[in-house]
């Protein structure tokens, strides 16, 4: 997907063209800078991973022109819900309470794979900013007036800045010697995608719902085009036995009863990590998304948090480029989003995600008991919610104010 601009030299060089490092190359391009985005994949990935955008999120898609699209193929989820198996809806959380704070008030479920096409749609616009796919970069070194990529092909980019945008295994970020400090969540989970309405089978579930439960604890998502149950696969279970037939007929039954056969369209299994690297910025290369820092999905803040990253950086390095600001800011943004990550982020949805793996009775039920209070409570369900939704987040580390740079082109 290589387009007209000369890539061999870029003010910006982006590795990974994935929601964080194409978000980053839309706001650059947008201040006009030029910026090339090396992906080693051939096709933009279509891995089911994140699927929920909060209101924050969609304040900045709405200052990069892609709110609407966005809201147009996702789907609104107003409510959550915390449920246990044997007592049904705990506590139930009506977003649309947030609607003094934010317009968006509610999550919006839409695939990750569906927002990096909004992106890749909406640069096409911009001449430049090129998007080559097929390039992976292997080795990069800096210099005091820029870095050289070098990619597995052979070839050797410069450009004066760089972002590393290229995920949890970021070869940039081993490159330039930095930890990855932090931990592996006991449990593994096992993600199935229903191709069924399962809101018929259970009909007072919503969009959102979390289940704690001493036996196994779950959460039921529902997204534009499907269902998707994640359950927690009990320490000692195998992959090949979490996967088999029968242990996905025994768990679905535990959920809807023995009665629904319920087309699973997909399955797979993953390990929730929460590390973050030791520093986000070495000189001229900063880390932004996952290459900076990973933490459990529950809450769905990681891609988020990577979002913000990018949409806070792209302001920052606009700054120095255009030399209204001195490189501090730029030391200022990398210590503001490890501080996010570790003090907000991971505290929030490693929080959520203890809470709901507690395998003690007497936990579990102050756990119940707690999030019933909390949303009897008009006024403690607002700071949930305010909190949930990450804009607690984003007020105590704010954002760049509204891009009034590209309200004003
Ligand atoms: C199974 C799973 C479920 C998840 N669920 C959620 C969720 O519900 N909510 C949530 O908020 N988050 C979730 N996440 C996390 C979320 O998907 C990530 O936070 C998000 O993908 C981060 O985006 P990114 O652009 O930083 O990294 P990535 O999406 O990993 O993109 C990195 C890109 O860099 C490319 N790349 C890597 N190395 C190189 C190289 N050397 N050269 C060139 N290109 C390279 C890769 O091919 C990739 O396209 C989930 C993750 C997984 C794995």
Not at 15 to 44: F, H, K, N, Q
Not at 123 to 141: K, M, T, Y
Not at 339 to 357: C, H, P, Y
Request: hydrophobic share 40%.
């Amino acid at each position: 997907m290589g387009r007209s601009m000369s890539a061999a030299e870029a003010t910006v060089a982006i590795v990974g063209a994935g929601p964080v490092g194409l978000t980053a190359a839309l706001c650059l391009a947008m201040d006009g800078i030029d910026v090339v985005v090396l992906e080693r994949l051939e096709e933009p990935s279509r891995d089911w991973r994140a699927s929920t955008f909060h209101a924050p999120t969609l304040e900045i898609g709405l200052q990069l022109g892609i709110a609407g699209e966005m809201l147009r193929r996702g789907l609104v989820a107003s409510r959550a819900q915390y449920r246990s198996r044997a007592d049904g809806v705990l506590a139930e959380f009506d977003f649309s309470a947030l609607s003094s704070e934010t317009p968006y008030p509610f999550r919006l479920q839409l695939e990750q794979y569906k927002y990096v096409e909004i992106l890749l749609e909406r640069l096409q616009a911009f001449p430049n900013v090129s998007v080559e796919h097929g390039i992976a970069v292997d080795r990069v070194e800096q210099g005091r007036h820029g870095v050289t990529i070098h990619t597995a092909g052979g070839e050797a980019r410069r450009a004066t800045w760089l972002i590393a945008a290229d995920g949890a295994r970021s070869q940039v970020r081993k490159d330039l010697g930095l930890g990855f400090d932090g931990s592996t969540f006991e449990h593994r989970y096992l993600v199935l995608s229903l191709d069924y309405p399962l809101d018929t089978v259970l009909p007072d579930i919503c969009e959102v719902n979390y289940i704690a439960d001493p036996h196994e604890h779950l959460m039921l998502l529902r997204i534009p085009d499907l269902w998707r149950v994640v359950l927690s696969i009990p320490p000692g279970v195998s992959d090949e036995s979490a996967t088999s037939e029968e242990f996905i007929r025994e768990r679905l039954a535990m959920i809807v009863g023995s009665d629904h056969d319920l087309p699973v369209s997909e399955v797979r299994i993953y390990a929730l990590h929460e590390r973050v690297a030791d520093s986000l910025r070495v000189d001229r290369i900063m880390l932004a998304g996952d290459a900076a820092h990973v933490n459990s999905p529950m809450g769905g803040m990681g891609l988020n948090s990577g979002i913000h990253d990018a949409y806070d950086l792209a302001a920052q390095l606009f700054g120095v480029i255009s030399g209204a600001e001195d490189e501090k800011c730029l030391e200022e943004w990398a210590q503001r989003r490890r501080t996010v990550a570790t003090d907000e982020i991971q505290r929030i949805s490693g929080q959520t995600t203890r809470d709901l793996a507690a395998e003690e009775e007497a936990r579990i039920s102050r756990f119940q008991e707690q999030m019933t209070a909390i949303a009897a409570d008009p006024e403690l369900a607002r700071q949930w919610m305010l909190d949930n939704s990450m804009i607690t987040n984003v007020r105590r580390y704010p954002l760049p104010s509204v891009a009034s740079r590209w309200a004003i082109r």
